[in-house]
């Protein structure tokens, strides 16, 4: 029963290099986000996906791109790392409905020197 | 712009104590609130969910709602060490419906 899966767990980065940051759920759901929480903030919503086929911007997109593969894969790239990108990246995914949850993977731990 | 605040804590509330955790938001429209609690180094999980005004119990856990007052809360009885977390207070935004968080209440429960 693995819910949101992301890979990597931990990545460190120079700057100017570029990653690809996998998620996958399990739990046919609809919706799928990706976050990023920094020390004593709470979680900004970076880009979404409402469903299959379609991604909008969230609060902090810049320097960001994303791709909705299927209905189970969100993916988040950085083309070109910068510091201010070190953080904590979470994936969620939902149902759908406005009045559901969503569910967290284990995050993403990004460092960029 | 719509915000969901939180005191950032900590509050340290003795163990078997009654812990008392606050969440105000702006968006009158907001239909659905949830609470999250996140252990250091650890992704949020999900603890309540509350859709109307008045309370929901589950367990330990109370969520209070007041949409009038524009005002959510958890109450956590007979405290334990492992509620130590910190916990975290979403809100759907009624234009979108995606979720507005809070920045997080740090709960220590001492032993």
């Known amino acids: 029963n693995a819910g949101v899966t992301q890979t990597p767990k931990f990545q460190v980065l120079k700057t100017g290099q570029s990653m690809t940051l996998q998620c996958a759920q399990d739990m046919n759901h609809n919706s799928m986000y990706w976050y990023r929480q920094d020390p004593g903030m709470g979680l900004r919503l970076i880009y979404y996906s409402a469903s299959e086929g379609t991604t909008d911007k969230g609060e902090v997109p810049n320097g960001y791109n994303v791709s909705r593969l299927n209905k189970r894969e969100f993916s988040l790239r950085l083309e070109s790392a910068a510091p201010s990108q070190t953080s904590v990246y979470f994936c969620?995914?939902?149902?759908?409905?406005?009045?559901?949850?969503?569910?967290f993977g284990d995050g993403t731990r990004l460092s960029i020197l | 712009q719509k915000e969901v605040e939180q005191n950032s804590g900590p509050l340290s509330v003795p163990e078997g104590a009654i812990a008392s955790l606050n969440c105000t938001y702006s968006?009158?429209?907001?239909?659905?609130f949830f609470w999250y609690r996140q252990y250091s180094g650890k992704s949020p999980e999900l603890i309540m969910s509350?859709?109307s005004n008045g309370d929901k119990e589950d367990g330990r856990f109370t969520a209070q709602l007041n949409k009038a007052s524009q005002y959510v809360s958890l109450l956590i009885r007979d405290s334990q060490p492992s509620d130590s977390a910190t916990y975290l207070c979403a809100v759907t935004d009624s234009s979108n419906y995606q979720l507005i968080w809070g920045a997080g209440t740090k709960l220590i429960i001492k032993p």
């Open positions: 968006d009158r429209g907001s239909q659905s």
């Open positions: 969620a995914s939902e149902a759908g409905d406005s009045n559901q949850p969503q569910h």
């Open positions: 509350i859709y």
